[in-house]
């Protein structure tokens, strides 16, 4: 399978904590992207790192990337309640010469909560 | 600004009923369409995927189908519903020739009894 598999599957903090989430693949991509799920809601895009790029930040989220190890980590610094969420990773799959198969390819999911 | 809408919310239904649940999408033109469903507490399964009218691929053999009659439009449907098709189906759309980021609908809720 080419999805992501985000590891923890599972994650439990304290408000004010970092939470680390990891994402590996298998082949070569054009980018991974993240994105966010509250409970029966649809996926919300957080950020998008390119193959070329090796971190990139949005607020108070840091993406990055090691296309050497195909994986990538998502931090969320000082969390909140509100980060309550399923977290997935996604990834665009590199064809020949750079394009794209129009669709990504999406993990398992790593499940936040954050208690206040 | 761009939105994207799915109809119903929620959707319960006997098994062996037809089904047909919408997704429009506002704002846009030429948009890539997905049909993904979402099983409890797990991933994201892709069902169908779509890059212009009546071009549909179908990623997983099963007893849906999918259609778009219009550019955005995307319908998923059924003639006969199993029990293991209950689930959380999702619509997305994402820019032709973009990086692939994807928009979500809200989602339908469906439950085969």
């Known amino acids: 399978s080419q999805q992501g598999e985000e590891d923890p599957q599972a994650l439990s903090i304290q408000e004010g904590e970092n939470a680390t989430m990891n994402c590996s693949y298998k082949t070569s991509i054009n980018n991974l992207q993240w994105y966010r799920q509250n409970s029966g809601r649809g996926l919300v895009h957080l950020i998008l790192i390119r193959s070329n790029e090796r971190e990139k930040h949005s607020g108070r989220l840091r993406v990055t990337l090691d296309t050497s190890k195909k994986s990538s980590s998502l931090l969320i610094t000082a969390s909140r309640a509100a980060d309550t969420a399923s977290y997935f990773c996604?990834?665009?799959?590199?064809?020949?010469?750079?394009?794209?198969?129009?669709?990504?390819?999406f993990g398992r999911g790593t499940q936040l909560t954050v208690w206040p | 600004s761009q939105t994207i809408h799915q109809w119903p919310a929620t959707l319960v239904q006997p098994v062996g009923s037809p089904l047909s649940l919408e997704c429009t999408v506002e704002?846009?033109?030429?948009?890539?369409l997905y049909w993904y469903r979402q099983a409890a507490g797990r991933g994201l399964q892709l069902l169908f995927y779509?890059?212009?009218?009546?071009?549909i691929s179908s990623e997983v053999p099963q007893n849906l189908s999918a259609s778009r009659p219009q550019d955005r439009q995307f319908i998923l449907s059924s003639k006969k519903l199993l029990l293991s098709d209950s689930g959380f189906y999702l619509c997305a759309w994402s820019r032709r020739g973009g990086q692939g980021t994807q928009y979500f609908g809200p989602g339908t809720r469906l439950l085969v009894l």
């Open positions: 996604a990834t665009d799959v590199a064809v020949d010469r750079g394009s794209t198969l129009g669709r990504l390819y």
């Open positions: 779509s890059v212009g009218i009546g071009q």
């Open positions: 704002g846009t033109s030429n948009p890539n």
